[in-house]
């Protein structure tokens, strides 16, 4: 198993741009979530699905942040617009009947 | 909610030592604590995970230990090498699996030759 897939791997972008981050978890796990790194808030869980459906959004931090699960094998992270402040480590990570297994992220900078 | 509170921040230990980092959590509800290991640049993985109704787990120089009565519980690494230091999260659950985890803030492990 490839394990939970998160494209790009790096972002830089500029104030006001659109972000789009990709994951794709592991084949048979129904829970799907996104967390973000950083340095001062630590790992923060934003949002999570369960097959498919959004249960918990309450950490998503404004409305320029949305998610979307479209299908099993895939999920988007959205920010727009991007600002400064977004720039973090995100981690998609992905769950069954076991432990949580995570992505290598996406370090997001937002200049 | 949940409140994960995790200590020391950083930990540095002589190779061949023991090194102990120590959670503690707020809801009484929690019942699945995992400890995920974290080296530079990559993600966090799963080192050794435990549930109430186990006081303590052991895997070869890894164990944790449970204390629910006080809320607690603690990490444990004998005979550390340098391949040991990355930073340490502990997490909390109530959900007796992987939904709905909370963090601590980390544990910077430095095993020094």
């Known amino acids: 198993d490839a394990g939970v897939i998160q494209s790009p791997r790096h972002e830089v972008t500029e104030m006001g741009q659109e972000v789009t981050l990709r994951c794709k978890p592991i084949s048979g796990h129904d829970y799907l979530f996104w967390y973000r790194q950083t340095m001062m808030r630590g790992l923060e869980l934003l949002i999570y699905f369960n097959n498919n459906v959004p249960i918990d959004d309450s950490g998503m931090p404004e409305d320029r942040f949305s998610a979307k699960m479209p299908n099993a094998s895939f999920s988007t992270l959205k920010i727009q617009p991007s600002e400064p402040r977004d720039s973090a480590v995100y981690f998609c990570?992905?769950?069954?009947?076991?432990?949580?297994?995570f992505g290598n992220g996406t370090r997001l900078t937002v200049t | 909610g949940e409140n994960v509170e995790q200590h020391p921040s950083t930990l540095s230990v002589q190779e061949g030592d023991s090194a102990v980092i120590k959670c503690t959590y707020s809801d009484s509800a929690s019942n699945y604590f995992p400890w995920y290991k974290q080296e530079l640049g990559k993600r966090p993985q799963l080192i050794i995970d435990?549930?109430?109704?186990?006081g303590e787990k052991k895997d070869q120089r890894i164990a944790v230990t449970l204390n629910k009565t006080a809320k607690h519980f603690s990490l444990h690494i004998t005979e550390t090498q340098p391949e040991d230091s990355a930073v340490y999260f502990c997490?909390?659950?109530?959900?007796?699996?992987?939904?709905?985890?909370?963090f601590g803030s980390g544990t910077q492990l430095t095993v020094l030759p």
């Open positions: 997490a909390a659950s109530r959900a007796g699996s992987a939904r709905q985890l909370t």
């Open positions: 435990i549930r109430s109704n186990v």
């Open positions: 990570a992905s769950s069954g009947n076991s432990p949580l297994h």
